[in-house]
């Protein structure tokens, strides 16, 4: 018969701090993903600044009324005339219902 040989092998202990040691980093990688993920798309406001494109477009050939007002999405988009100094101004807002996130435009629409 041949002698065995002992093999060296891992304990127990050893193969379980590996473990935990593999799944923290895993966890850690997961949140850093998480939190990436949610701030790109938080702070995307391609969709709501193309509407507001469309709109400014609609005003240019006066087949929009203002006060103009109009949820589009997870946005409340509001139009508004102002008058300072002669000058007519359109302010363009757009709020974000759940995070508060605010796109602001303003343009001269014409002069008194």
Known sequence: ???L???KSATLVEALVATVLIV???MVASLVLNNLLLNSFSKNTQ????RISELEY???YNTLKLPYREEFKNWDIELKEERIENVIWVRISAIHRANKKE???ARVYGTD
């Not at 969709?47 to 193309?50: D, L």
Request: glycine fraction near 0%; hydrophobic fraction near 65%.
């Open 103 to 105: 796109v602001i435009k």
């Open 47 to 50: 969709a709501v600044e193309t």
């Open 24 to 26: 923290i980093v895993f």
């Open 58 to 60: 609609k005003l240019n």
């Open 5 to 7: 040989k002992k093999i």
């Open 1 to 3: 018969m041949a002698l």
